[in-house]
């Protein structure tokens, strides 16, 4: 796959991922289907478009199955997009571990089968597309140190696991990412995934989270104080949103629109972030599979929010399309 082109001094770089997953939205072991992949090639065709080179986050179960892979090859042939590795701890081999909400979260696994299970996802990604993946995201964000441990292991050599401002904790045990950096920073298996580790041999791009408003240090810890305080607290966290004062948005158009995202893009950049990095889920792709896109009407939404984000930035700022590799081969 080739490099991006090198950006200008004053380029953004812009990524797009997709979370490549079976169409079981509640985490199952069995009956699992991959009806959404063949979406895919529509997908691949819009981003052509509009000159995007995705970076596939593909798990176990779409790697395993023929006609998906079939997809995931035509759709990343070529350079179209690149294909990294996304591990769902519940179904992805060995599983020795009890089927229980915190072990969902892959953190929570004990060091050597968090190792196991993604040296398995990672021979059969080599095995089935025949490119070695260097790009990891953890299902349902549940990245740690024992995780950067087994990815180093493994030879990967970016994650983009890490939300900024968000706790998973109260998801059965996930980590909390507040405090995290916005920009890229380098991980290492002895520190907090929240902590810059200048020696560390992979390198975290995180998402794209933040606030309508700035400074972000300020509105941060009122934002949180808002969703633990008590509930009259937490309804005010969400009229100061409605009247425009300030909201948490997160660059997905499962969870924000075209304005919304823009106006987050602005509080980055202005932040100093130097990438932008728009992700959803391929289940998002079809009607009924996510708790995001209920009808078809809500997927053609998703197609024309996401056509007006990535039109919105380039009239924003000059910008370069990157996958993830790509992206990181510049910003590390």
Known sequence: MGEPSAPCSDSV????????????????????????????RRLAAFFDRLGVRPTYFTTYQVAIDPSAADVLREVSHGGRGEIGAHLHPWNTPP?????????SMLNNLPPDL?????????????????VTPRAFRAGRYGLGRDTVAALTCCGYRVDSSVTPFVSWEKFDDGPSFVGAPLVPYRLAPDCDVRQPAPDGDLLEIPLSHGFSRGPFPFWDPIRR???????????????????????????????????????LSRRLLEHGVRHLHLSWHSSSLKPDLSPFVATAADVERLYRTVEACLEGLAKLTPVTFATVSEAA???G
């Open 225 to 263: 104080l808002f969703e633990v305080a008590p509930c009259r607290w937490f309804r005010v966290a969400g009229l100061a949103a409605r009247a425009g004062l300030v909201d948490r948005i997160t660059l997905s158009p499962e969870l924000a629109s075209a304005a919304e995202m823009l106006t």
């Open 95 to 103: 599983l020795t571990e009890a089927f229980v909400p915190r072990n």
């Open 329 to 331: 081969a510049v910003l």
């Open 13 to 40: 770089l812009v990524i797009v991922s997709i979370d490549t997953e079976e169409d079981n939205w509640q985490r199952s072991r069995d009956q699992v289907t991959v009806e959404n992949i063949g979406e895919l």
């Open 114 to 130: 968090q190792l196991a299970k993604l040296r398995r996802l990672t021979a059969t990604l080599e095995e089935v597309f025949e």
